[in-house]
C-alpha cells in the first residue's frame, strides 16, 4: 500500500526555522519525482517545492513565495523527503502536504499519491 | 505562471444530476499537464483526471475529462452525495504548478 507520512509541524514564531519531513513507504521511491504543496484552512491549494527523482542532479524548483526561504532534499535510502523552512512567515501559516509526481520518464503530470499533511503555525 | 481560473465558484445540484466544472487557462498548455483533484473537507487531495482525461485508478466512470489548449472541463454524471466536495484543476508547466481556486460542489 502506497504511503506518505508527513512529521515536523508545529507552533513556531516568526522568523525562526522549522523541518518538515515525509516517509515514503509501499512504492519504488527513487524513481519518482516528489513536491511540497501547502494550504491554508479553508483556502485553496498552492504548490510549494519539487524535487526530481534524482534529488537535484537535475533541478529543484520552488514557488515564489517562498524561494530563498526554504529548501527541498531528499535521501533515497530511507525513502524521506524534507522541506527546511526558515525565515518563517505568519502567511506560511498552512497544511503541508508531501506528493508524489511523475515516475522517471513518465510525461503526465501529476500528484497521486498524498500524505495526510502536516500543520504549521507561525506565530508570534 | 499559468493562472487557472475555475468556474463556477460553487455548484449546487441534486443526486442524479450532471455537473459541468469549467478550468480556463490563460495560455495554451499541454493537456499532458492538466490534471484534477478532489478534496473532501478534513482529507487530502485526491487524484480525480490526469492528461486531461485519464481517470486515475479507482475513480469511477461518472467522472470524466475533456478539453485542451486553454479550456477544460470535468463532469461528472449522476451526482452522488459523497460526490460533494471541492474539486481543483492543476497545470504544471515551465517547471511550476499551479492550481486553479477550486469549485465547491454541493448536493442538495
Known amino acids: 500500500q502506497m504511503q506518505l507520512v508527513e512529521s515536523g509541524g508545529g507552533v513556531v514564531q516568526p522568523g525562526r526555522s522549522l523541518r518538515l519531513s515525509c516517509a515514503a513507504s509501499?512504492?519504488?521511491?527513487?524513481?519518482?519525482?516528489m513536491h511540497w504543496v501547502r494550504q491554508v484552512p479553508g483556502r485553496g491549494l498552492e504548490w510549494v517545492a519539487f524535487?526530481?527523482?534524482?534529488?537535484?542532479?537535475?533541478?529543484?524548483y520552488y514557488a515564489d513565495s517562498v524561494k530563498g526561504r526554504f529548501t527541498i532534499s531528499r535521501d533515497n535510502s530511507k525513502s524521506t523527503v524534507d522541506l527546511q523552512m526558515d525565515g518563517l512567515r505568519v502567511e506560511d501559516t498552512a497544511i503541508y502536504y508531501c506528493?508524489?509526481?511523475?515516475?522517471?520518464?513518465?510525461?503526465?503530470?501529476?500528484?497521486?499519491?498524498w500524505g495526510k499533511g502536516t500543520t504549521v503555525s507561525v506565530s508570534s | 505562471e499559468i493562472v487557472l481560473t475555475q468556474s463556477p465558484g460553487t455548484l449546487s445540484l441534486s443526486p442524479g444530476e450532471r455537473a459541468t466544472l469549467s478550468c480556463r487557462a490563460r495560455?495554451?498548455?499541454?493537456?499532458?499537464?492538466l490534471a484534477w483533484y478532489q478534496q473532501k473537507p478534513g482529507q487530502a487531495p485526491r487524484l480525480l483526471i490526469f492528461g486531461a482525461s485519464n481517470r486515475a485508478t479507482g475513480i469511477p466512470d461518472r467522472f470524466s475529462g475533456s478539453g485542451s489548449g486553454t479550456d477544460f472541463t470535468l463532469t461528472i454524471t449522476r451526482l452522488e452525495p459523497e460526490d460533494s466536495a471541492v474539486y481543483y484543476c492543476?497545470?504544471?508547466?515551465?517547471?511550476?504548478?499551479?492550481f486553479g481556486g477550486g469549485t465547491k460542489v454541493e448536493i442538495k
Open positions: 524535487i526530481p527523482y534524482d534529488g537535484g542532479y537535475t533541478n529543484k
Open positions: 506528493a508524489r509526481g511523475q515516475r522517471i520518464s513518465e510525461a503526465f503530470r501529476k500528484l497521486d499519491v
Open positions: 492543476q497545470q504544471y508547466g515551465s517547471s511550476l504548478l499551479t
Open positions: 509501499g512504492f519504488t521511491f527513487r524513481t519518482y519525482a
Open positions: 495560455q495554451s498548455l499541454s493537456s499532458t499537464y
